[in-house]
């Protein structure tokens, strides 16, 4: 991407563009167009051999999961599933559930927890601040928000903004399954802890999932792991590394393995 373009997405995400300053009396030896660092002391983008799938990230698509009513659900009958949806407690709770939104033939699907008060309200995953600087994360890697799908772990708001619980996840994950199935993405982008442990079966750190890329089910999705935009909206020093997730994403959206 053109470096004037790149620092262009790069600010609309918020990420500041960090310039090595030299050291007192050295100005005359500061080169005239140094590197730009999107943060120092941030990681470069994982290196070639960093793109091998992780050798063991076992997924929701591998086993035969929680059967579900919507195993062989077109786009239109799995959206009326998840409307009539009562399977777990959370709907109870919630005003209605949000399926997701997007392009339903999306190269890279956007999966993120579950729906907040304001996606509560809307019934579209990812709006209000977070969502803003999801789409700006997206444009950053030149992507509008409508070329996308982006959905939730669970489609139904937990009470509180709490976490959904495992019974939760796994209640709802046919039709997260049966989305995937049906949109084809070339590429998952991961965001946030929730999502990361629910999708790879793992309680492994964030910050160790991401950087590398793991596989999901048996076509071998590739599935890359960032922070989730709410929390670089409190940790705003980790937009620097979610954009090195964001270009290992697009580099695999524009080299295939
Ligand atoms: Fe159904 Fe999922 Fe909502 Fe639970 S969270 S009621 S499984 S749609």
Known sequence: MDEGVRRRYLKAMGVELWERRPPPGMAAQRP???????????????????????????????????????????????????????????????????????????????????????????????????GQLLNAMLLAMGLRREQVFIANVVKCRPPNNRDP?????????????????????RVILSVGRVSAHSLLKTEVALGRLRGQVHRLGEPGIPLVVTYHPAYLLRSPEQKGRAWDDLQLALSLLQNPA
């Open 165 to 185: 619980q495992a019974g939760e996840t796994t209640q709802c994950e046919p039709f997260l399954r049966r989305q995937i199935e049906l949109i084809e993405p």
């Open 32 to 130: 005239p167009d140094p590197p730009a660092a999107l943060d120092e002391g941030v990681p470069p983008l994982p290196a070639t051999t960093d793109l091998a799938p992780a050798a063991d990230s076992p997924s929701p698509l591998d086993g035969p999961g929680p059967a579900g009513p919507d195993a062989a659900l077109d786009w239109e009958g799995l959206r009326r599933a998840v409307r009539e949806c009562r399977a777990c407690g959370l709907r109870a709770g919630c005003r209605q559930t949000v399926f997701g939104v997007g392009d339903p033939q999306a190269d890279l699907l956007v999966i993120g927890e579950a729906p907040g008060a304001d996606e509560d309200r809307q019934g579209e995953p990812f709006v209000g601040r977070a």
